[in-house]
């Protein structure tokens, strides 16, 4: 590419189910509009992954398959653990009459509790293989015609990290990313699911991804949402000039009260403040860049307009519900009618 050619990245943010509005807003902005560079964390690499493929115009087929798949179920040793203390919790409530019933459920369960034995093993209350298996099925690295960046957690170094794939002759992009971002590790046909299944395990939700790296040495990954939901560093480390990120929560949220009523809405609490404040300080640091840029005392460096999309209003579903394909399709049409709104402003 010229340096008189903007390269144009697009950064799509974690945020579980509610990435079916990041979702809907690609599918508009794809309709005007190509992109050099595709950066994706957790739920945004599934549908960046579909992006960088040149597949938008199937994330909503994308997105109902994996409402189908219901790829948030029990782990079987974990489910009978809750089928188990559910029915003595209704032992304790139902009227005499009813208590039969549930203690004779009760009883089947215990036979099984022996798949519940390695329960203090286990690295996550979900079944992975349901995601792995959506995630398996559309993966095509051949199809890849642009820069593809999947932000992860490296759990073996508890830092941020990224897995990273340019295309042939890409070369000049590639090597600056790669002397800045010393950490990222490159995508391969053999790791490319992987790399895609560990931005999106979700603690404890889901189970860390063990990836062999290059150097021969295996590491574990997690959800790239706790060091880096919004990759814009790494997108303008890729050498783009001109950033689009979308943001499946408003970004002026400041105020908002919340009541937390179970440890789950804690533990999402916390992570969408660690998330808002990685974004705020990576936009400040962009946009303090940029005027050193602008005063000419910053040479090795280059201006990015930046550009966000996000929700007006704070998105309701939770972030697990990949089920309810009926509300899915609402947040996806939101999603769209926001980003046609934005490409008609731009």
């Known amino acids: 590419m010229s340096s008189t050619t903007p390269i144009k990245?697009?950064?799509?943010?974690?945020?579980?189910?509610?990435?079916?509005?990041?979702?809907?807003?690609?599918?508009?902005?794809?309709?005007?509009?190509?992109?050099?560079?595709?950066?994706?964390?957790?739920?945004?690499?599934?549908?960046?992954?579909?992006?960088?493929?040149?597949?938008?115009?199937?994330?909503?087929?994308?997105?109902?398959?994996?409402?189908?798949?219901?790829?948030?179920?029990l782990r079987p040793e974990v489910d009978i653990l809750v089928r188990l203390w559910n029915e003595l919790r209704a032992i304790a409530k139902e009227p005499a009459r009813a208590k039969a019933g549930h203690l004779m459920h009760?009883?089947?369960?215990?036979?099984?509790?022996?798949?519940?034995?390695?329960?203090?093993?286990?690295r996550g209350l979900l079944d992975s293989e349901h995601v792995r298996s959506v995630i398996a099925e559309v993966a095509d690295l051949s199809a890849v015609k642009?820069?593809?960046?999947?932000?992860?957690?490296?759990?073996?170094?508890?830092?941020?990290?990224?897995?990273?794939?340019?295309?042939?002759?890409?070369?000049?992009?590639?090597?600056?990313?790669?002397?800045?971002?010393?950490?990222?590790?490159?995508?391969?046909?053999?790791?490319?699911?992987?790399?895609v299944c560990a931005s999106a395990a979700l603690p404890p939700a889901f189970e860390p991804i063990v990836i062999s790296c290059a150097d021969g040495v295996d590491r574990v990954f997690a959800d790239g949402g706790f060091t880096n939901n919004a990759p814009i560093r790494q997108a303008i480390d890729a050498g783009a000039t001109e950033v689009t990120a979308i943001f499946v929560d408003p970004t002026a949220t400041a105020g908002a009260q919340h009541a937390v009523d179970s440890i789950a809405h804690a533990a999402s609490l916390l992570l969408e403040a660690n998330t808002a404040r990685m974004l705020e300080l990576d936009l400040?640091?962009?946009?303090?860049?940029?005027?050193?840029?602008?005063?000419g005392v910053a040479p090795d460096k280059h201006y990015v307009h930046i550009r966000t999309?996000?929700?007006?209003?704070p998105i309701t579903l939770p972030v697990l519900n990949f089920k309810d394909f009926s509300e899915i399709e609402k947040l996806m049409e939101r999603g769209r009618r926001d980003g046609e709104r934005f490409v008609r402003g731009a």
């Not at 960046?149 to 790669?178: H, K, M, W, Y």
């Not at 400040?284 to 005063?295: G, T």
């Open 146 to 195: 642009t820069t593809f960046i999947v932000s992860v957690t490296n759990l073996s170094t508890a830092r941020g990290d990224a897995f990273a794939f340019f295309p042939q002759g890409e070369a000049d992009e590639r090597a600056p990313f790669f002397f800045a971002e010393h950490d990222a590790h490159e995508i391969t046909a053999k790791n490319y699911v992987d790399a």
């Open 9 to 73: 990245a697009l950064i799509l943010s974690g945020g579980g189910a509610r990435g079916a509005y990041e979702a809907g807003v690609a599918s508009a902005l794809l309709q005007q509009e190509t992109f050099d560079i595709v950066c994706g964390t957790s739920i945004g690499a599934l549908n960046g992954l579909a992006v960088a493929q040149g597949m938008g115009d199937r994330l909503p087929e994308l997105w109902q398959t994996i409402a189908r798949r219901d790829v948030t179920r």
């Open 309 to 313: 999309i996000g929700p007006d209003e």
């Open 106 to 122: 009760a009883l089947s369960s215990l036979p099984h509790l022996k798949e519940a034995s390695h329960l203090s093993q286990l």
């Open 284 to 295: 400040k640091l962009a946009r303090r860049i940029n005027e050193d840029v602008r005063l």
